[in-house]
Structure formats: C-alpha cells, structure tokens
C-alpha cells in the first residue's frame, strides 16, 4: 500500500500562484490513475485533476486553463501547478493513487486564497 504526503500548500493572494506535490512511498508506475480532490470548509470534497500512467490528463471545469498536473514516475511524485488562483479555490488539497479499483490518500495540504 502506497503512502502519500503532500506538500506545498500555503496562503497566497488572489492571482498567485503555488506548487504542490506528492510524494510517493514507493514507485507509482503501477498507479494508472493519480490526482487531486480538495475540500473546502462546509463542503464536500471534490475532483480536481487526474492524470493516467499513459500521461493523459483531465480537469474539473473550474480549474481548466489555470491548473496543470503533472507526473514523474522516476521520481514517485505528483505535482499540481496552480495559476491564477481565486479566493474559491481555498481548501484542502488530497493527492490520490488508484489501482485496481483501490484508492489511496494524502493527509492534505492547505492552501488559502486571500488578500
């Protein structure tokens, strides 16, 4: 079982931007499926991103052209790039693995949107 932890997260200003990754315990080649989930306060998580084994890669509408993911199998990481940040964008941040109809989580990173 693959162990997750992410990092990155932070409080950034409108229109900023940040990195996060997620690091892997072990290798992720066998992963087919990565990606992001957040949770904002008083709501219920959501799908951000993911990126297949293959390299192709999906976004939840409201994060299209702002946000990119990004895998590096050599290095057992996932990253998310964040452009353009708003203050909805504020959350909790999970990195997931699946495989095999199993998923696995991050413990999340925070990321706050405010001026």
């Known amino acids: 079982q693959v ?10 200003q409108p229109g900023g931007s940040l990195r996060l990754s997620c690091a892997a315990s072990g290798s992720i080649v066998s ?3 990565m990606g992001w989930h957040r949770q904002a306060p008083g709501k219920q998580r959501e799908w951000v991103a993911h990126v297949f084994s293959g390299g192709n890669t999906y976004y939840a509408d409201f994060v299209k052209g702002r946000f990119t993911i990004s895998r590096d199998n050599a290095k057992n990481a996932v990253y998310l790039q964040m452009n353009s940040l708003k203050p909805e964008d504020t959350a909790v941040y999970y990195c997931y693995a699946a495989r095999l109809g199993q998923h696995y989580w991050g413990q999340g990173t925070q990321v706050t949107v405010s001026s």
Request: net charge negative; aromatic share 8%.
């Open 3 to 12: 162990q997750l932890v992410e990092s990155g997260g932070g409080l950034v």
């Open 31 to 33: 992963y087919n499926l």
